[in-house]
């Protein structure tokens, strides 16, 4: 789960973190206010959105007067932000950040990640860090500072300064950077974050260290543990089929295809999306109803479904351990009945209680096709599609 820039800063801050001060706006006039809160100077004025690449796509501007405040305000808010890491709709603004205008010297990157192939936090830092990182993450990999820490030992003392002196610091900022490199790491295994990333990491002109930006996105499986973090979630920011369907216990993402999946367990919902392919069809989702579905999430899951309006045939592919067949049989019927379901659906079940639930469906008398096998049921929903689409 994402957050914010500046719910990201608050928190780092908490930490111990040097960021800038202000103020969120979710109007030209606030964000107006704000710049006098600040002291009535140089500002930055910030999009808040889901997504880095802001700058770049002219979502950050500093601004020196009252009048540019409001401008730059009204021209962003309640429009979408089209970046460099979201899709051609862009991100809605319904929020900025107003803070003091800081004077850089040099922009660090600094990042902490999950590394799998270690399985550990890695710190990933750059003396490049700015807008142009990702094109130097690409052109020299090799450019960038990696640093794995040890579990048992957290983020060494020694290690940290370390860093410190690879990234060019000297004097007070090595200091400084122990300081930002401790409070980071703390706050990411605290917090059960998956990634802390600072840039720009900027020395200011009076040689202070100071965070101008702030991403950090969470393990969603630890957010039952993290009430405080669960409520910093912003839906306006995420595709609304995925808030959906994530309230309601379902894993899904949107793709473009158009054939509609209802598949239980992250492996097979990978299999089928290969299946389809191979086929000749292309999925219009990702969506994994996970274990012991009862009917009503069955029900849920095309609720879910439908509501993409490219989905041109539905399949249901179950290998039923936890799961019952019969339940997703109860649940596909019942969708039929609470929904309306206009397009053509195909279901194959396997599995516990596999003769039930055929028998259920059988005896619904609906226009359900039946397939016995992963790759009979992709070939029937390609086949099912309506001439038109299949043309394509
Ligand atoms: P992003 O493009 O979404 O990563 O947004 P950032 O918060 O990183 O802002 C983009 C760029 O704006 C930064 O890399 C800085 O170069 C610049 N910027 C942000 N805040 C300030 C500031 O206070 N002063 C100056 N001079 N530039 C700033
Ligand atoms: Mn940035």
Redesign the pocket.
Known sequence: MDIH?YQAKEILKNFGVPV?RGGIAFTPEQAAFRRLELGGG???V?AQIH???????G??K?CDTDEDVRDFARHLLGTALV?KQTDAAGKRIDRLWV??????ER?LYLGFVLDRKSERIMIVASGH???EIEDLAEEDPDSLIRMILDPAVGLAEYQARELAFKLGLEGAQVGQMVTVLKACYRAYRDLDAMMVEI??L?VCADGSLVA??A?MSFDTNALFRRGEIAGLRDPGQEDPRESFAADHGLAYVGLDGDIGCIINGAGLAMASMDMIHLAGGAPANFLDIGGGASPERVCQAFRTVLSDPNVSVILVNIFAGINRCDWIARGVIQAYKDIGIGVPVVVRLSGTNVEAGRKLIRDSGLPIIDADTLAAAAEAAVAARPQSIAAE
Do not use: F, W, Y
């Open positions: 820039e800038p140089r500002c930055v910030k997504s880095g690449g802001r700058g770049a796509a979502g950050v500093l970046t803070e003091e205008a800081s004077q850089i922009e860090g700015g807008m840039n720009p900027v101008l930006d991403k």
